[in-house]
């Protein structure tokens, strides 16, 4: 049987064309009780020639997929562990709010300076931007260190 290398018949299909063609050679009509025969007589064959299992093996590493080598990836920076950040205020007539433009110095007094950097930290680059924004518009003329 030979192969395509374009469009190669999937497992499935292959199976079906062998079961097919054993069939007619012994002119039996179900393909599937000669494929569980072929398979059955296969598995026996495999304990009794030494030399059926190598072209088992050779044939199955033949119809295998070629895998392209990995390439290899960067090293992904380990998650840091969930954070709990716990208020050092309490401020009942605010709520942190997503919507809202992240102010740095509201996050100050929230959470303290000891956990500043962490709570920064966490948040999305978008968010981080918008506190840019924050910091340009109290000192115009800030620049990142």
Do not use: C, H
């Not at 948040?123 to 115009?140: C, D």
């Amino acid at each position: 049987m030979t192969t395509s290398t374009t469009n190669s018949p999937t497992p499935a299909q292959r199976s079906a064309t062998a079961a097919a063609a054993a069939a007619r050679r012994f002119t039996f009509t179900n393909e599937k009780l000669m494929l569980a025969a072929l398979s059955e007589i296969a598995l026996d064959e495999l304990s009794r020639n030494p030399s059926f299992p190598v072209r088992v093996r050779d044939r199955y590493e033949e119809l295998a997929p070629a895998k392209a080598p990995k390439a290899q990836k960067a090293q992904k920076a380990q998650k840091e562990p969930k954070v709990k950040l716990v208020p050092i205020k309490e401020l009942p007539s605010y709520r942190l709010d997503v919507a809202r433009r992240l102010d740095p110095w509201f996050i100050l007094e929230y959470y303290g300076q000891a956990q500043l950097e962490t709570a920064l930290r966490i948040q999305t680059i978008g968010n981080l931007r918008e506190a840019i924004e924050v910091v340009e518009e109290r000192y115009p003329g800030t620049a990142p260190k």
